[in-house]
Nanobody, 120 residues
Framework: QVQLVESGGGLVQPGGSLRLSCAAS????????MGWYRQAPGKQRELVAL???????NYADSVKGRFTISRDNAKNTVYLQMNSLNPEDTAVYYC??????????????WGQGTQVTVSS
């Protein structure tokens, strides 16, 4: 059984930083593309960042230069370092692991989500 458990969300002031973690269990991780998605109230879920099994990384334009995705295969953990946060980053952040259906598919693996709120 595959499980993804996010942590690290919370309330932060504009300009602040947070680091999200996603711990994966089960027979996945080092061979899986991993991603972080977010969903703000009233909006569709969107891809924030991804890292492939080969190490390629990709970011949404809105977070380029501010967010960094990384993975530690020895710990089965993927991270999202978020700097210079602004209120538009407020959302529930989800960890996602690709399977045969692909990254971001509703049939792939998802964590339960962690709330990030950026507010003064």
């Amino acid at each position: 059984q595959v499980q993804l458990v996010e942590s690290g969300g919370g309330l932060v002031q504009p300009g602040g930083s947070l680091r999200l973690s996603c711990a994966a269990s089960g027979s996945i991780f080092s061979n899986n593309d991993m991603g972080w998605y977010r969903q703000a109230p009233g909006k569709q879920r969107e891809l924030v960042a991804l890292t492939t099994s080969s190490g390629r990384k990709n970011y949404a334009d809105s977070v380029k230069g501010r967010f960094t995705i990384s993975r530690d295969n020895a710990k089965n953990t993927v991270y999202l370092q978020m700097n210079s946060l602004n209120p538009e980053d407020t959302a529930v952040y989800y960890c996602n692991a690709a399977n045969a259906y692909g990254l971001g598919s509703s049939l792939s693996y998802w964590g339960q989500g962690t709330q990030v709120t950026v507010s003064s």
